[in-house]
């Protein structure tokens, strides 16, 4: 009796590993879509940052033209330029990252 009692269980614990295996997998698949969207972002920011510092030391020199034109360049849109005195301040926003730069023409 103890052999068809065994027996059933075997049959009921069938694909229980399957079901664990399936699970890991879409939660490796979850895992690798949310770092590449963090990825994404990172990269996303680094860029604004760049177009940001660009746009800046751009305008000390050449005015909003300029920065306006190296933010675009970069891969951004100006979407705040300020002039006071010798001292430039942009904001610069690319694929959604916003990114603020400053910069002098003086020491």
Same mark, same amino acid.
Request: charged residues 20%; without cysteine.
């Given at each position: ?25 879409? $939660? ?5 879509? !949310?770092?590449?969207? *963090?990825?994404?972002? +990172? %990269?996303?920011?680094? #860029? &604004? ?28 849109? $100006? ?5 006071? !005195?010798?001292?430039? *301040?942009?904001?610069? +926003? %690319?694929?959604?990252? #916003? &990114? ?8």
């Amino acid at each position: 009796m103890s052999t068809s009692t065994n027996t059933s269980t075997d049959r009921r614990d069938r694909g229980q590993a399957v079901m664990l295996l399936l699970a890991v997998v879409a $939660l490796s698949a979850l895992t690798l879509v !949310g770092i590449g969207a *963090l990825g994404r972002r +990172v %990269v996303n920011r680094t #860029r &604004a940052q760049t177009a940001a510092d660009a746009a800046a030391l751009a305008g000390t020199s050449g005015g909003r033209e300029a920065a306006v034109r190296l933010a675009a360049a970069n891969g951004g849109v $100006l979407v705040d330029y300020r002039a006071e !005195g010798d001292v430039v *301040l942009v904001t610069v +926003v %690319v694929h959604g990252e #916003r &990114a603020m730069a400053r910069a002098s023409d003086g020491p």
